[in-house]
């Protein structure tokens, strides 16, 4: 007991935990205190049951093709891995390289959500099927071109021996689908808290799934809106997943507009518009003044509306896709491709900004009843925003309505007032 009590004297957690029952009430604690949570820790509330699993690598495939491994449920990130990046995973196995496990869940017997390791998963199952050679190898250069079925015959043996290992929490873990759906989110918030850091937008897809999220995962594959921002098209974004930075340079879109998909910016977009939408009635706004608004960030905000939309009707959900779609289509239909993209002086941009979609949605959403003038009108209401001094303002000193650096709620709000005002002169 002695030993065991100094081999976890660094761990304050720990040793509270296996001693807890010798340790006497301190920091205002009192024994009931301590008798609440060993208890607690008896009836395994909040513990996790697992075990642990290997795989070879050359069955990875075939147990995703019977779709044993589930892999896209909703707390997942979309595919970030390029075929270099892809490559080096497949050089590590040649070269026996430890890698870490992956983390399952037993949603029914022999199958498994793919809670942390979609990456490496996709990447051998596609090299296993001959869709990408190998390519940037350090070492084994000399492989660089070729695909799993071009490699030499040791090398293929090699690979095949190599083994995946896996940590299986045990459908057990959880006594409803509720408290499942909690943990999983939990253990991959945690498990995602090193390496690569997840966006805003990927915690909160992975940590706030609900109806909201899904709409706008939804209206975020919307074609005119993705036009607006060079986005892929939905039918293009697999293939162009596949493609390295050089073959992306010679497509329509560059590896830094992959990039942004990849972080799931796209869906972010739309929650903007809908968080935006009730800058003016959401109750949190209601209980800040005019002077915390404008040290209010927009991240908190979008992270409490998300939350709160998700117990949104199924009404209020309908209102608010149709108030999408008729606003990118109004917009796109009067402004074309150049919409959220800022004006500059005797300068020619083309790379759409926030600063200029958050106010131009809002505001045009407030006019979809008038859209018919608005579009009789589009030719002097292009020229006029892109004529105005406001816009294409640039103080030597300071900042200015549409400074890119102001991006606190309060700011949003001055510039949705900005261009409701500007286009009042265009309703008859």
Known sequence: MIKLKKMFNESDYLTSELFSLHEQPKNGQSPDDNALINEKYK??????????????LQSISTIIDKEKYILNPEYQRRKRWNNRRKSRLIESFIMNVPIP???LYE??????EVMDGLQRLTAIDEFYKGKFALEGLEYWSELNGRKYQDLPSNVRAGIDRRHLSSVILLAETASSKESADFLKKVVFGRLNSGGEKLTPQELRNALYNGKLNQ??????????????????????????LLKSEDELENSNYTSIIMDKYRRMDDVELVLRFFAYNQIKQTKQLKEVTSERLKSFAIERFLDDYLKEGNHFSDAKLAQLETSFIETITLIYNIFGNKAFVMPRRNVQSHTPTKTI????MQAFSQYIPYKEQLLKQKFD????????KKLLERPKRGSYMFDGKNQY????????????????KYIV
């Open 357 to 360: 979609y958050d106010p131009l």
């Open 381 to 388: 209401i292009v020229v006029e925003i892109y004529k105005d």
């Open 107 to 112: 949603i029914e017997y022999a199958v498994y």
């Open 215 to 240: 709409l706008c995962l939804k209206l975020a594959k919307n074609d005119l809106f993705r036009k607006l921002w060079h986005f892929p098209l939905e039918h293009e974004v697999e293939d162009l």
């Open 101 to 103: 496990p992956i983390f």
């Open 43 to 56: 009836k395994g509330d909040m513990r996790i049951v697992t075990e642990q699993g290997r795989t070879d």
């Open 409 to 424: 709620i309060r700011d949003v709000d001055v510039r949705i007032d900005y261009f409701n005002h500007f286009l009042q």
